[in-house]
């Protein structure tokens, strides 16, 4: 890994840790420059990154850039869940194409589906009675949707062999579970802290495993 690149990496953990300190601090212009700037970085980081493979890394580039679209949705004071919802499942879809563009493992992709059939039924199931329960119904279809491509993303991650890229897809499926419980099922007050956490890190772990 180059010079360029672990710098790149460190000043990523750098800006993605003031941001969580003004999550938690609930310092908004703070977070409104730090949430961004975070993924902008790890974008710049896994550009610069010399791939295992070329193709995968132009896949990762694209789940990124979706998943920054997604960020500055969900941070904008409108209520945009949807499109937020919309480009993380597009960034899933782009993270899923790049884990099979490489060569598969069969044990991994056991344990990944392993863990996805004990997720399923303990979180997922949990959080559709919620949404079905709640105050926005309408949103059970696109939910379910989206719990069924993140899960896909965590198996491909198996599949791919990398351990780093299936902690990453966990730490990643551990942020959005937070998101739809703090949503739907209840604000949890360390919530909104742990989604950022769990997030960048995932996002750090699936750009690492390119190398």
Known sequence: MSATVVALLVATVVVAVVDWYA???????LEYLAKPATMVVLIAAALAIDPADGTQRSWFVAALVRSLAGDVFLLLPRDLF?????????????????LWSVDTSGL????????????????????????RAGDEPALLGPVA????????????????????????ALSFYASDA???????????PWGRV???????????ALVTSLV
Do not use: C
């Not at 999550?23 to 212009?29: E, I, L, M, Q, S």
């Not at 956490?197 to 996002?203: E, I, K, P, T, W």
């Open 108 to 131: 991994g992709l056991a344990v990944g589906a392993a863990i996805i059939v004990v997720a399923l039924p303990l979180l997922g199931g949990r959080i559709l009675r919620a949404v």
């Open 82 to 98: 949807v499109a937020g919802l919309a480009s993380f499942l597009l960034g899933h879809v782009a993270y899923i194409v790049g």
């Open 145 to 168: 949707i989206y719990i069924l491509v993140i899960s896909a993303m965590v198996v491909s991650a198996g599949a791919s062999g990398s351990a780093l890229a299936l902690a990453g």
């Open 23 to 29: 999550v938690g601090t609930d310092r908004r212009r």
């Open 194 to 204: 742990a989604i950022m956490v769990s997030y960048h890190l995932a996002q750090l």
């Open 178 to 188: 937070l998101i739809a419980w703090n949503k739907f099922i209840e604000e949890l």
